[in-house]
C-alpha cells in the first residue's frame, strides 16, 4: 500500500470526490498567522500612526519629511533670512515652505503643544489667546529666546535662523482654527496679524 492510501479519508463527499485528511504542516500555518499578525501591526503603525501613539508614521508623514528633506536643500539659496516680522510674514503666505515649518514644528514642538497646536503641556497654539506675544515679531522672539522662566526653552542655539522663520510661520498660521485643548484659553486676545503684500508673498517661493 502507498504511503498516500495510508493516509485516513475524510467522511465527507461532494460530487463524488473525497479528500485525504491530510493538513497543513505547522510551519504554513505560522506564516499565515505571521502575516496576519504583520498586516494588522502594518495598517495600526502606518495608517492610522499618531493617533495611537507618538511613534506612528503615515505616509503622508513619510511624504512631508521627503519635502523638507528638498526645502532643507535649497537653504543655501536662500541665505541667512533675517528673523524679524517681514520676513516671518512673508513664509507665512509661502506655502511651498510650509513644509518645512511643519517638520521643525513636529520635531521639536509638539511634545508640549501638541501634533496639531491645541496644546499639552505648552499653551494652545490655534486660538487668539497669547500670554507671551503682542504682535507677530513675538512669535520669532519667544522661539528665539524662549519665556515663563525656561518652561518655553530658547531655540536659537538649536535652530538655524532659517528654520525659526519657518516654524515661527507654521506656528503664526495655526492661529483661527480655535482648536480645543486641554488648557483652555490663557493670555489676552491680540490683534490680527498684518497682511502680506503680494510682491512679498511672491519673493518667498522657492526656486525651481
Known amino acids: 500500500m502507498s504511503e498516500r492510501q495510508e493516509v485516513p479519508l475524510l467522511d465527507h463527499e461532494y460530487d463524488g470526490i473525497r479528500e485525504y485528511d491530510n493538513p497543513c504542516p505547522t510551519w504554513w500555518h505560522a506564516i499565515f498567522l505571521s502575516t496576519v499578525v504583520f498586516s494588522v501591526l502594518y495598517f495600526v503603525f502606518f495608517h492610522i500612526g499618531p493617533s495611537v501613539g507618538t511613534n506612528g508614521w503615515t505616509l503622508d508623514e513619510a511624504n512631508e519629511e521627503a519635502v523638507a528633506d528638498n526645502l532643507q536643500l ?90 525659526v522663520v519657518m516654524v515661527a510661520a507654521y506656528v503664526a498660521n495655526l492661529r483661527g482654527q480655535n482648536l480645543p485643548g486641554p488648557r483652555g484659553a490663557e493670555g489676552s486676545v491680540i490683534p490680527p496679524w498684518p497682511k502680506a503684500t503680494e510682491p512679498a508673498a511672491a519673493a518667498a517661493k522657492p526656486s525651481p
Open 74 to 163: 535649497q537653504f543655501k539659496d536662500l541665505g541667512d533670512l533675517q528673523v524679524d516680522e517681514a520676513t516671518v510674514l512673508k513664509y507665512m503666505h509661502a506655502p511651498e515652505w510650509s513644509a518645512m515649518g511643519a517638520s521643525v514644528y513636529k520635531t521639536n514642538c509638539k511634545s508640549c503643544h501638541a501634533a496639531d497646536g491645541s496644546g499639552l503641556v505648552g499653551p494652545n497654539l490655534t486660538d487668539d489667546h497669547y500670554k507671551n506675544i503682542k504682535q507677530l515679531s513675538d512669535v520669532a522672539r519667544v522661539i528665539e529666546n524662549g519665556a515663563a522662566n525656561g518652561s518655553m526653552p530658547s531655540w536659537k542655539n538649536r535652530l538655524h535662523p532659517n528654520e
